[in-house]
């Protein structure tokens, strides 16, 4: 009998244990929840379609999270999609995380701060201009009526230095990166596939795009950084990886930022560095398939052809 109560309780402590792993400030917040929330939130389910209350709610404001009350989507981002559950074409910068699903099938959707099951994503379905669409469970959501988050204090830096899985490992674990994202930029195909990039002349490179805190960080840090973290000296190639699509390059926006990687160069050159990095304008930026994001966090594995080394 004393073997029987300790299983029970052990299968009903097992979700916030797991939970308790990837969110433990939050462990509070998720005993309180109810047996239905619980459900979607912690054991990853899904609502009733057009049960939710935010469904088909149009009014100004912010949706947070039901459990830590992070800010995730702004309802200047919501849409009407008719699937059943609330639509939302973009999420506030940094605030909800990616990952494969249990059956690796769907992208699943989790607050970026605590953990907790948010829905899942989907691309290409042309719904929107955005091409994407974060179909979110009411359940784990909170609504702010008529509040709104400033997102412009964040800007974007776009780097190409081989395969995007290493360069993304290691730009993200800068202080005062809020996102990186792996895509392609620089090519001639519009919203091209991993496939078409490696298989035909898109003209795209392999590029990151880094959402970033210039009150934290500096351009010039994260392009310093980024010449220390790839091999800056190799051409159409990093390391094993060979081909056009893993040229070096960084993509600018402006004179400035222009002005800030030629310098910078010029210092690498000045140690005796053949430098191959273009310098090039940048162009629109189209995101890689969801498996590309987050690859070497979601698989457990460590970059095999990136490495720091100190040129500064």
């Known amino acids: ?21 990837i969110a433990k400030p939050w462990t509070q917040a998720l005993v309180k929840l109810s047996p239905e929330e619980k459900y979607v939130i912690i054991d990853k389910g899904t609502e009733r379609p057009f049960s939710g209350k935010y469904v088909n709610t149009d009014n100004q404001g912010v949706y947070r999270c039901k459990v830590c009350n992070a800010p995730l989507y702004q309802s200047t981002d919501k849409f009407k999609s008719d699937c059943g559950w609330p639509s939302f074409d973009d999420a506030i910068p940094g605030a909800v995380k990616q990952q494969k699903d249990a059956d690796g099938r769907r992208t699943e959707i989790l607050c970026n701060r ?9 691309e290409g379905e042309g719904l929107t201009a955005k091409n994407r669409r974060y179909c979110v469970n009411s359940i784990s959501l909170n609504f702010d009526k008529g509040k709104t988050i400033a997102t412009s204090q964040y800007r974007h830096a776009y780097f190409a230095g081989g395969c995007f899985w290493g360069v993304e490992y290691y730009l993200e674990k800068l202080d005062g990166v809020k996102e990186v994202t792996s895509g392609f930029m620089g090519g001639s195909v519009e919203h091209p596939s991993y496939r078409q990039v490696i298989s035909s002349d898109t003209g795209h490179l392999e590029t990151v795009e880094v959402l970033y805190d210039p009150d934290k960080i500096s351009y010039e840090t994260l392009a310093k950084t980024f010449f220390e973290i790839h091999d800056p000296t190799q051409k159409d190639r990093q390391g094993p990886d060979i081909g056009k699509q893993y040229r070096s390059a960084i993509f600018v926006a ?3 930022e222009k002005k800030t990687v030629e310098r910078l160069i010029l ?9 191959a990095t273009k310098v090039l304008p ?15 966090e979601q698989n457990g594995k460590q970059p095999y052809c990136h490495t720091y080394i100190k040129r500064f």
């Open 114 to 122: 605590c953990g907790a099951h948010l829905g899942h994503v989907f």
């Open 1 to 21: 009998m004393i073997l029987k109560l300790i299983y029970s309780a052990l299968l009903l402590l097992f979700p916030l244990w797991v939970y308790g792993e």
């Open 267 to 275: 210092t690498l050159k000045s140690k005796g560095y053949k430098v």
């Open 254 to 256: 402006n004179d400035k």
């Open 282 to 296: 940048e162009k629109p930026f189209y995101k890689a398939e969801a498996y590309h994001q987050d690859y070497y």
